[in-house]
């Protein structure tokens, strides 16, 4: 890249949504570092000499399962100081296989730059997904349970809160209620 905060959203599409293979794979090797390394809630690749090579087998399974990827950049930042970039997504993964819908995902990715002869490359991408969404992209009846088990896990923890606070006094705060000033 020449200028990441630019160039990110196209980038970041690209890489998600190319048109052909050879486009896909083009675009690994332009804009992903030898050594790069990627970590995804299903996946990992530690940096490495070649490791390029298993991130590009990553995307292109990715693709071999959705054959059409809906993608949109939210938004994204760019700190040079740092050489972190930070994306956010929105994507409709659907596999092939199954005849449920897809799912539009919010993800944030960050993506660790390092400069190489003018250039800037991806050395390191991190992916974070909540976990229904994830559920949702691998089997969707399974985001729904853990939909509700956050439901629920809320609601332990305001009961938790609640009893220990009233029982044993403890992290109670003097006022009730939130209250407007």
Aim: net charge negative; hydrophobic share 40%.
């Amino acid at each position: 890249m020449d200028d990441p905060q630019h160039d990110l959203p196209e980038v970041v599409t690209l890489l998600t949504t190319a048109s052909t293979p050879e486009v896909q794979q083009a675009a690994i090797g332009r804009f992903f570092a030898p050594d790069a390394g990627l970590n995804h809630p299903l996946c990992k690749v530690e940096r490495a000499p070649g490791s390029r090579d298993i991130i590009l087998g990553i995307y292109q399974w990715y693709r071999i399962l959705s054959p059409v990827v809906k993608l949109q950049v939210d938004s994204h930042f760019y700190d040079p100081d740092s050489q972190t970039a930070f994306v956010g997504v929105t994507q409709t993964f659907k596999l092939w296989f199954t005849p449920l819908p897809g799912r539009p995902a919010k993800l944030l990715v960050r993506l660790t730059l390092e400069e190489r002869s003018n250039k800037h490359y991806i050395i390191q991408q991190e992916d974070f997904y909540e976990p229904e969404d994830l559920a949702y992209l691998v089997w969707p009846p399974l985001g729904f349970v853990i939909r509700m088990a956050k439901f629920g896990a809320s609601a332990a923890s305001n009961a938790g809160a609640w009893a220990v606070q009233n029982t044993l006094g403890w992290w109670k705060p003097k006022y009730g209620p939130l209250h407007k000033e």
